[in-house]
């Protein structure tokens, strides 16, 4: 009898369970599946880069709790072990919408892939970001509309998986060795092209000089740049002179060109990790503006260490959504992103805290490029969990315009864009003669 009742209820207890995980599983499956469901059947899932593990696990928890905690690349150098464990935002993972646009589903199936991650420590090769460009066919798939895209922007959908790129010409002393007393407080990141002489030796000349200020702020500067268009004339041996010469230029082998600036950001992430990885802060911006230097240090000095070690500061750019006119340099398609961009420092030149470069170089790799750099930025910091500080000392949009030769008005911003390698010398002379009375 009790022999008998024990045998019925086991298989009850089992049938309850099966039916529970059964149950369990069916909505999460229906959850997950919820983003393709409005778009077409045909649809692809669309090839990941960063998925270099079979995903077999699914565990409520994980999506539930969207805890996405996972061990970053490890193909910075082969000797030293640099995993860090990253999680991205809730509060960027929530605000983009999903929705059947390209970047949004890349995101998300993205975030997915992580879920399963949990707790595997990547050991990747380092050829995992090696560039295999995205085929015709499955942008044609996933986009309806990929024809009507500019040739541009069409080219930087092919290449938008390709995360990575050999370094050209290094300065791999930059920021000296690491016994202290060559310790780099700021370092200049000027976004260049190569065709840019002028500008650059602006930069070196004025604000952008390398040097040791306020009795003992170690400045270093270096200039990012790729390769010009096959179409332009060959400047190799300038520049390759130029980099010999001032010992400043960094360069990437890939096109230098708008779309690639997202690019651009990460191959320098790497740089400063593997390079630059003690600085205390970074200004990137772009070899057209006038920075005061003075003030920049100044302001830094100043932070305590709670927003030293935060710090992400510029012009900040706030409910920005994509612009659809495709005449603008800013256009962003309706099929590639819909939603809103996060909080962002404006291109033209911000700061960060040196002591975040381990965690964005991580967490860069798991956001989808994006066409608009200064934005891409901006959702890593977001996906960080760290906002953006506004600065009024920086005047990405310019000031006014009988201000804009007023040294004096100068002596108080950080930054200002634009200005050309002229206003630049002459401001800075200005801004530096002992005649000056403000
Ligand atoms: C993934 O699956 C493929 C094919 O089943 C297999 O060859 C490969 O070794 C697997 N990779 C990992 C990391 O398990
Ligand atoms: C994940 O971590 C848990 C606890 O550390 C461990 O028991 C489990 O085996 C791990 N799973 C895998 C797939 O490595
Ligand atoms: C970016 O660089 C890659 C590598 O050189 C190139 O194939 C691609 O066309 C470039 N993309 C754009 C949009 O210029």
């Known amino acids: 009898m009790y022999r008998l009742k024990a045998r019925v209820k086991r298989p009850k207890a089992l049938l309850v369970v099966t039916l529970t995980m059964s149950m369990s599983f069916l909505i999460l499956y229906s959850m997950l599946d919820l983003q393709y469901s409005h778009a077409q059947s045909e649809v692809l899932e669309i090839p990941l880069t960063a998925t ?4 077999t696990i699914m565990t409520k928890t994980s999506v539930k709790e969207r805890q996405k905690t996972t061990a970053s690349p490890n193909q910075v150098s082969s000797s030293a072990s640099v995993l860090e464990k990253v999680s991205i935002s809730e509060t960027f993972w929530k605000s983009v919408p999903k929705n059947s646009a390209y ?15 949990e707790n595997v420590t990547s050991h990747e090769s380092p050829d995992r970001f090696h560039c295999m460009r995205e085929s015709d066919e499955s942008l044609h798939l996933n986009i309806p509309d990929f024809n009507s895209y500019p040739a541009l922007y069409q080219d930087f959908l092919h290449s938008m998986a390709c995360h990575d ?12 060795l690491d016994n202290g007393d060559d310790h780099v407080f700021l370092l200049f990141a000027i ?17 952008g000089k390398e040097g040791v200020y306020l009795n003992g702020l170690r400045v270093r500067t270096v200039f990012l740049l790729g390769r010009s268009h096959v179409d332009d004339p060959n400047l190799d041996k300038l520049i390759s002179f130029e980099a010999k010469e001032f010992g400043d230029l960094l360069i990437w082998d890939f096109q230098d060109s708008f779309y690639n600036l997202t690019l651009k950001e990460n191959v320098f992430f790497k740089w400063l990790l593997q390079s630059c990885p003690r600085v205390s802060f970074v200004f990137k911006g772009d070899d057209d503006v006038f920075a005061n230097t003075h003030a920049i240090l100044n302001y830094l000095k100043t932070l305590n260490p709670t927003m030293a070690s935060k710090l992400y500061t510029g012009q900040i750019i706030s409910q920005a959504s994509p612009l659809r006119d495709r005449k603008n340099k ?10 809103a961009y996060p909080p962002y420092a404006g291109g033209g030149g911000f700061l960060f805290s040196g002591s975040l470069i381990h965690s964005l170089y991580s967490i860069s790799r798991y956001i ?8 891409y930025t901006g959702m890593c910091f977001q996906a960080l969990g760290i906002l953006p500080e506004k600065h009024k000392g920086f005047q990405t949009f310019d000031i006014r315009e009988q201000d804009r030769d007023n040294a ?12 050309d390698p002229q206003q630049t010398t002459r401001l800075w002379r200005a801004m530096h003669s002992p005649l000056l009375t403000c």
């Open 368 to 375: 989808p490029f994006f066409p608009i750099d200064d934005v």
């Open 52 to 55: 270099p593990l079979n995903v």
């Open 408 to 419: 004096c008005v100068h002596r108080d911003l950080l930054l200002v864009h634009q200005r």
């Open 165 to 176: 790129s050999q370094i050209v010409i290094d300065q791999p002393n930059k920021c000296g």
């Open 191 to 207: 976004k260049s092209t190569p065709q840019h002489f002028m500008q650059r030796q602006a930069v070196r000349d004025t604000w």
């Open 330 to 339: 800013y256009y962003v398609p309706q099929s590639f992103y819909e939603g």
């Open 103 to 117: 970047w949004n589903r890349k995101f998300h199936s993205m975030l997915r892939v992580l879920d399963h991650m």
